[in-house]
């Protein structure tokens, strides 16, 4: 079935799949625009292959049971407007690791949607996370272990009309700068 290079379209949630995703995964569906697989039981890291479907607008792996953390060559999705990751097992273990893992979403330019929802990143904001997307508009980091403050920088994100990160262990005050968001 992955040999449909013409394949644009590829929703294969809410079923039971099962193990991992083949190493060469984006490789094999070069045009891809719209990859959902969420609410399955599909295990292991996720491909950096991925990356290779340079099309790709919308990636929905919610809902599944992947570990490891997201790979930085997402940063070749250019097109990427909607990331959905939340409710897997990815983590990031390491301050390389998260700069590296913001740092590729960081050049995902049309990201509207960024969904991290429930994974146990354990990482504090870095101010870095102003550099996500001008057109970010959704950006879900509840239940994610977050510790830290939210750095101002986040108030560059001039199209956000949702910031969720409930249920976390930040610190301090709210930042002033998200006041410079617009009004929902």
């Not at 079935?1 to 949630?13: C, P, Q």
């Not at 930085?72 to 700069?99: C, D, F, M, P, Q």
């Not at 590729?104 to 429930?118: D, E, G, H």
Request: charged share 15%; glycine share 6%.
């Amino acid at each position: 079935m992955f040999n449909l290079s013409t394949l644009e379209n590829l929703h294969l949630g809410y079923n039971n799949l099962s193990e991992q995703l083949p190493d060469n995964f984006g490789d094999l569906l070069p045009n891809i625009q719209r990859l959902q697989l969420c609410s399955n039981e599909l295990s292991g890291s996720i491909p950096s292959s991925i990356s290779n479907a340079t099309k790709l607008s919308l990636l929905s792996l919610d809902y599944n049971q992947f570990t490891v953390y997201v790979p930085a060559t997402l940063a070749k999705l250019h097109e990427l407007e909607i990331l959905r990751l939340g409710v897997n097992y990815l983590t990031v273990e390491s301050t390389t690791a998260r700069a590296t893992f913001l740092r590729s979403l960081a050049n995902c330019r049309r990201l509207r949607k960024l969904w991290l929802t429930q994974n146990p990143l354990k990482l504090e904001l870095p101010s870095l996370v102003g550099n996500l997307s001008h057109s970010l508009e959704r950006f879900n980091m509840d239940s994610c272990e977050i510790h830290g403050k939210i750095p101002n920088e986040i108030g560059n994100l001039t199209s956000l009309r949702l910031l969720d990160v409930f249920e976390n262990n930040l610190v301090g005050l709210v930042p002033g700068t998200l006041g410079r968001l617009p009004k929902i």
